[in-house]
């Protein structure tokens, strides 16, 4: 998924290039100070995803993405800005989030799953290699990312759960989500990811609450109330 981040302030820009490093299918193919220039890396670079700022010197954001919207293969746009107010504007320009400064990791996660649905993802090269190092007991063993059933972290460790078997890893939530992006897991919990074709049911659990029931498990997982729209969406209820 190739993005361009259009924003005068370069602080942002530089947060917002450390947190899409995250996300190893997404690569930052240029950036701008102002809406005109922009333009020009949305010429030349042809990116898949703008982040864009709306208050900048000449030309605005809102002004940019309604520019934007005759072209024939016109990028995802994302508001990146400090400013609320322009939320009814944003959804005229069929924005598909609006993420207010300080930027939240939680909020990008999701905004990064919906980009993930709209926007073909390129295959990771070498997919041979693609396995995850876990440990099993005194051994480290190697687990195909499509046998994951879902990851949860307790503590201090990261637990990998399989149908088969459970087995700890080193590596934190974050960066297994970032790790295995390309693959249809999604984060339900801030101490869960679970694949989504290994969801069975979406039980309701108090207010707003849900659990989740995944083929092959006993468990129920927890779903945060933060996550339940996006999720029903992604399971098309």
Excluded at 23 to 39: F, N, R
Excluded at 69 to 82: G, L, S
Aim: hydrophobic share 40%; net charge negative.
């Amino acid at each position: 998924m190739k993005i361009a981040i259009i924003d005068d302030e370069p602080y942002s820009r530089e947060e917002m290039k450390h947190l899409l490093g995250s996300y190893p299918w997404a690569e930052v193919v240029g950036e701008a100070s102002s809406a005109e220039k922009g333009l020009e890396i949305i010429l030349t670079k042809e990116p898949d995803v703008l982040f864009l700022d709306i208050e900048m010197p000449g030309m605005s954001g809102v002004d940019l993405a309604e520019a934007l919207q005759n072209m024939k293969h016109k990028p995802e746009i994302v508001f990146a800005t400090a400013y609320p107010d322009y939320a009814l504007k944003a959804f005229r320009v069929e924005a598909v989030d609006y993420l207010l400064k300080p930027f939240e990791e939680d909020q990008l996660a999701q905004t990064m799953e919906r980009l993930k649905s709209l926007v073909k993802v390129e295959p990771r090269e070498n997919p041979s290699l693609g396995k995850l190092a876990v440990h099993d007991e005194d051994k480290i063993v190697f687990v195909r990312p499509e046998d994951i059933l879902y990851i949860f972290r307790e503590e201090r460790e990261t637990f990998i759960c399989t149908k088969k078997k459970k087995y700890t890893c080193r590596m934190p939530i974050k960066e297994l989500e970032a790790k295995l992006g390309t693959y249809p897991f999604f984060r339900v919990h801030k101490s869960y990811l679970v694949q989504l074709p290994f969801v069975e049911e979406l039980i309701p659990w108090g207010s707003g609450v849900y659990q989740l029931k995944v083929h092959g498990a006993d468990e129920a997982i927890p779903v945060s109330r933060n996550y339940v729209k996006e999720l029903r969406e992604r399971l098309e209820l």
